[in-house]
């Protein structure tokens, strides 16, 4: 498995995989070094996100191969429907995924995402159209859904 660490407007992001795929994408609450040579496995994926936060990327092609259970494994299929610049509800996830009565469960599968921004985790709010739970950070989530806003708030001033 590979590993590198690049620095993003949210902090530092760890990112690993090997030849079968992306596994993994984490930002870090800690100070790590940033990579100086990206891995050959991870170069996509390290020039992918940095145009997603440069605004030029609105959807990833990686291959993909996070671990989880065959539960998360659906629920996160299913967080990779939701477009850019949208969001859904844990309920609306769960009947897309087909069992309305699944909510805790899909909320939590999603809490487990291990793919940071590629697969969009940040896009599920709640019901009520509030910013619930998100391992990295509320003020991460506000960040990631106000930049793949399609209205953009201007300043006045």
């Given at each position: 498995m590979e590993e590198a660490f690049v620095d993003t407007p949210l902090g530092i992001a760890k990112l690993e995989g090997d030849a079968l795929g992306l596994s993994s994408i984490s930002v870090l609450n800690s100070k790590e070094g940033i990579t100086q040579i990206i891995p050959k496995v991870l170069e996509d994926a390290v020039y992918q996100l940095n145009e997603y936060f440069q605004g030029k990327r609105t959807d990833f092609e990686l291959t993909l191969n996070p671990s989880g259970t065959n539960f998360q494994q659906k629920v996160w299929k299913g967080l990779l429907e939701i477009p850019f610049g949208k969001t859904i509800s844990y309920l609306q996830l769960s009947?897309?995924?087909?069992?309305?009565?699944?909510?805790?469960?899909?909320?939590?599968?999603?809490?487990?995402?291990?793919?940071?921004?590629?697969?969009?985790?940040?896009?599920?709010?709640?019901?009520?159209?509030?910013?619930?739970?998100?391992?990295g950070g509320l003020s991460r989530k506000k960040w990631l859904l106000e930049h793949e806003s399609p209205v953009k708030q201007q300043s006045l001033f």
């Open positions: 009947k897309l995924l087909g069992d309305a009565k699944a909510v805790r469960a899909v909320a939590a599968a999603n809490g487990r995402n291990p793919l940071w921004i590629i697969v969009p985790c940040h896009r599920v709010i709640g019901s009520d159209g509030s910013l619930t739970g998100y391992s």
